[in-house]
């Protein structure tokens, strides 16, 4: 509905295009310019029209082509900033997991403290109680006073100096135990403020990811709206220089041919032969296949990794590509496979591009870890040189020379070709290699 309305809201918005083209063409027409017609001889101004029109139309075709480069050039960039933001979400959350584990073996050690602090303290209590049973609690001489005979004078004499070494073991010990249950409260309340740091940090990152998300996926609608609209302007420009180009030449044409004839009379045509020059045309095939080489595929900065695994390699390969059709999904997918993404996907069951190849490894037994820049960063002292890639190789993209900006990856299977998960509204599935300004490198886990 959204493109309908946009395309009723400018209705034949470059009319004007063709409505002055075909007021040219018609003029040119009229006078003699175009083949098959009248043989008048054009004027000045009829040639300078038609090169006017022609000139219009051509400033409008490539104004368009910028519009329609310089919007997707937006959204491009809009994507990679969601897809960095996704990395940053993704290791804040470790870290907030991470924080939260320590939080959690910090007030397990302190409900232990607490608990044995406890115990100390039963441990005096019983120990009182049973001084004052036996009588040990009474001033010391008078126990000794209170004595029946000399065999219980000895026997409470003894029992007083033991009980006075006990009390001072216990006390001892429940001084100890009141100290490391205050230090274990303390660390758990550290560990506890630290989680919440790290949770915020992380919801923080989440939302911030979450909106540049949100954005490039306006932005590409957008585009793909006025995509259509600037593509149908596009055309109609297209067939408007051509029509001008026809006609500029046509009446050049007739206005030199209507020259040569004042300044000569006409003579029989010469015979021509049948073979015709052809070193214009080889000139531009050779021409047009040297621009569309581009220069081939960057050198990288050399391999330092090993071999590849064959067998570890096929697993993966496998794994990746039996993925084909699921749906991107941002957030999605594990070394277990597809999950559901975070929002703005938490209603779909697919891969972004890491978790396709987390997953491709992990079911080849390797644990490459959760991100791009993270599978990067294990393996970054297996490098590959993109002219020296193997199938298996995870090939990455960034926006600067900082691994923290890589934000996609790929699995290369050989012949040219990668098993990706590209973007939002797309699908897991194999596309051509291709290399860029954003190229960043690649890493061989197998070797």
């Known amino acids: ?53 022609r000139d219009v139309a051509a400033a409008r075709v490539g104004e368009i082509g910028a519009q329609l480069a310089a919007a997707q050039e937006r959204v491009d960039a809009a994507r990679r900033g969601a897809q960095i933001a996704l990395q940053e979400y993704e290791v804040r959350r470790a870290a907030q997991e991470e924080a939260r584990a320590t939080a959690d073996a910090a007030a397990a050690a302190a409900e232990r403290a607490a608990a044995e602090l406890r115990r100390g303290r039963d441990q005096v209590v019983a120990f009182a109680r049973s001084s004052y049973m036996q009588g040990s609690t009474s001033p010391g001489a008078a126990a000794l006073v209170t004595a029946e005979g000399p065999a219980q004078l000895v026997q409470r004499a003894a029992l007083l100096e033991a009980a006075g070494g006990h009390r001072a073991d216990v006390v001892a010990e429940l001084t100890v135990l009141e100290q490391e249950a205050a230090a274990a409260d303390d660390a758990a309340q550290v560990a506890v403020q630290a989680a919440g740091a790290a949770e915020a940090a992380a919801a923080e990152s989440l939302a911030s990811a979450q909106s540049q998300e949100v954005s490039a996926r306006a932005q590409a609608a957008e585009l793909a709206d006025r995509r259509e609209v600037l593509e149908a302007e596009l055309a109609e420009a297209q067939e408007v220089l051509y029509g001008a180009q026809g006609a500029a030449a046509a009446a050049a044409a007739a206005e030199a041919a209507a020259g040569a004839a004042q300044a000569h009379p006409p003579v029989a045509p010469p015979v021509q032969s049948s073979s015709s020059p052809r070193s214009s045309s080889s000139t531009s095939s050779s021409g047009s296949s040297s621009s569309s080489s581009g220069g081939g595929a960057p050198t990288g900065t050399g391999t330092t990794a090993g071999a590849p695994t064959g067998s570890v390699v096929d697993r993966a390969i496998a794994a990746a590509v039996s993925q084909r059709g699921l749906p991107y999904s941002w957030g999605g997918g594990n070394g277990n496979g597809p999950t559901y993404g975070i929002p703005p996907d938490t209603a779909i069951y697919g891969f972004d591009c890491s978790g396709l190849t987390e997953y491709a490894y992990a079911q080849a037994g390797i644990r490459i870890g959760g991100t791009s820049r993270e599978q990067y960063w294990r393996f970054r002292d297996r490098t590959v040189a993109a002219d020296d890639l193997q199938p298996g190789d995870l090939v990455f993209w960034g926006e600067t020379a900082d691994y ?3 934000y996609h990856v790929a699995l290369y299977i050989g012949g040219g070709q990668v098993v990706q998960a590209p973007q939002s509204g797309d699908v897991v599935r194999i596309s051509s290699m291709w290399f860029g300004s954003d190229y960043y490198g690649a890493v061989r886990p197998t070797a």
């Open 404 to 406: 923290t900006s890589i």
């Open 1 to 53: 509905m959204g493109r309908t309305d946009e395309r009723e809201s400018h209705p034949r918005r470059s009319g004007w295009l063709l409505r002055g083209a075909g007021t040219a063409v018609t003029a040119l027409v009229l006078a003699g310019l175009v083949p098959g017609t009248a043989v008048a001889a054009p004027g000045d101004d009829q040639v300078a029209a038609a090169q006017a029109e």
